[in-house]
Structures are given as C-alpha cells and as structure tokens.
C-alpha cells in the first residue's frame, strides 16, 4: 500500500476516535448504567458510552469507507468488500472506565486481510492519542498541541525492566498464572492497571513489558502499529503475530522481548 494512501487512513483513524471522545466524557465520572455481558458468574462490563461511540465510529467509516469491513466489540463483524476491516475497540479498559480511573481509550485500528496496517488509541479525559502505522509511531496532546514522535526504551535485561498486566485474574489456568509470576519474579517492578493505556506507556518509553492473556482480536490489533512503530516487539508467548488475541508478551527492545518469552516458557 503507498505511502499517501497510509497517512490518508490513519489521519481519518486520528480523527474519528478524537471527534468520539465527547461521547465517553459524558459518562466519565458519571453515574451511568452498567449492564453485564457476561454468564456463568463473570463479570464483563459495558455501558452506554461503549455503544454509542462504536455506533459513531461505524457511521463515519460507512460514509466514507462503504467497502470497507468492520470488526467492532459490540455490534460485531461487517464483511470487507477488499480485504481492508477496521477494528474497534469503543472504550478499551471498560472497568477502569466505570471506576473512574483515566487508564481507558477509544481504539479503532485498520487491518489489510487480518494484519494490522496502523492504529489510534485517543484518551480524552487526559487529551493524548497515541498513533502508529508499524514503522513510526506519535503521541499528539489536544492540551498543548504539541506532537512528538515515540519510541520504547532501550531496556534490554528483565531484571532492569518494568512490567505491567491489567489484572493477574487474566491468568485463568494455573500454568499461565506460573509462567506470568516467573516474569513478575525476574523484573525490577510490577504493577497492575493501565488496560490499553500501558501498552500506549510502553510505547512512549516508561514501562518495558506488557504481558497479559485471554485478548480479543480488538483488544490487541489496533495497538500493534503503535508498539511497532515505536520500535517494541508484539507477539504471542510462542513468538506469533498476536492477530487473534489470547496470550501477548510485549516487550520494549528484542534482546528483552527474547529474555521474557524464554522466562514465560521456563526454557
């Protein structure tokens, strides 16, 4: 795909999500409803706020992408004309959003046959929206308009590194919970939270590892080109292409990201 062409998609991405923050911030902070999607004893939120953005997002990739798929957490799958979806995460991080903790973002990335081309995370509560196409990837603040170009730091040894996971409840089977506390083990500092707002930290150069389990498609695909493009690595704990969600290890530098996947599969 040319280059124009990239730039053309993701400026529409920027601008999309950004034009959907008021939605969110009308219920930030806000007693709203809260209905669960879930069964058998779980909990999985979701709120009026999470309909109506991904309803706007539709509505505006509709009108000027019609032949364009869609891959959306709430209203499901369209079928792509040419091979091109876009993947929409309304509001990533749904409970923070209900706990009031700023850690949530609107995500919309575009995929080309499944592979992730570039993506946009927009917290509008703190003005920032976190871009990348897989080769670069920006952090644009609506506070000050400043635009600056990421990249993860050099960190290269898990004993030096960071490490951030949403919820060690993610961790459903008792192996995969292992395997998560030797990481945990072998870094500096681990902390919980941030949703797709860690992954975003990562990128920008202020946390190191990301590892996490049981992802959605939509969780993990708009944020790829932002992680790459910042020059971190993405991958399953088997060293894949997350492309279908489940189990991500994501690192800030390759030498780490080979150290976390040998810590994750006791090698």
């Known amino acids: 795909m040319e280059r124009a062409q990239i730039d053309s998609f993701l400026q529409f991405a920027v601008q999309a999500a950004e034009d959907a923050g008021p939605i969110a911030l009308q219920y930030f902070r806000r007693r709203t409803g809260v209905s669960n999607k879930a069964g058998g004893g779980f909990f999985d939120p979701v709120t009026a706020a999470d309909r109506e953005?991904?309803?706007?997002?539709?509505?505006?990739?509709?009108?000027i992408y019609p032949d364009h798929g869609i891959i959306?957490?709430?209203?499901?799958?369209?079928?792509?004309?040419?091979?091109?979806?876009?993947?929409?995460?309304?509001?990533?991080g749904t409970r923070a959003f209900i706990s009031g903790m700023p850690?949530?973002?609107i995500m919309i990335g575009l995929v080309e046959e499944g592979r992730p081309l570039l993506g946009v995370v927009h917290q509008p509560f703190t003005g920032e929206t976190f871009s990348g196409d897989g080769a670069t990837a920006w952090l644009r603040?609506?506070?000050d308009g400043s635009r600056a170009q990421m990249r993860a730091r050099p960190t290269r040894r898990i004993g030096d590194a960071v490490l951030y996971c949403?919820?060690?409840?993610?961790?459903?089977?008792a192996a995969e919970l292992a395997a998560f506390e030797r990481v945990t083990a072998a870094c500096r500092m681990m902390r919980y939270g941030g949703d797709c707002y860690a992954?975003?930290?990562?990128?920008?150069?202020?946390?190191?590892?990301?590892?996490?389990?049981?992802?959605q498609p939509y969780d993990i695909l708009p944020l790829m080109p932002i992680l790459e493009g910042a020059g971190a690595?993405?991958?399953d704990w088997e060293g894949k292409?997350?492309?279908?969600?489940?189990?991500?290890?994501?690192?800030?530098?390759?030498?780490l990201h080979a150290e976390l996947l040998a810590v994750l599969t006791g090698a």
């Open 53 to 63: 953005i991904e309803s706007r997002l539709r509505a505006e990739i509709g009108r």
């Open 72 to 92: 959306g957490e709430e209203h499901g799958v369209t079928a792509s004309a040419g091979g091109l979806s876009w993947v929409i995460d309304p509001i990533d």
């Open 166 to 173: 949403t919820h060690p409840s993610m961790f459903r089977e």
């Open 103 to 105: 850690a949530w973002g």
């Open 141 to 143: 603040s609506s506070r």
């Open 241 to 255: 292409p997350p492309l279908t969600g489940g189990r991500v290890a994501v690192a800030a530098t390759p030498k």
């Open 199 to 215: 992954y975003c930290l990562l990128a920008l150069g202020e946390v190191d590892l990301v590892v996490e389990s049981g992802l």
């Open 233 to 235: 690595v993405v991958t």
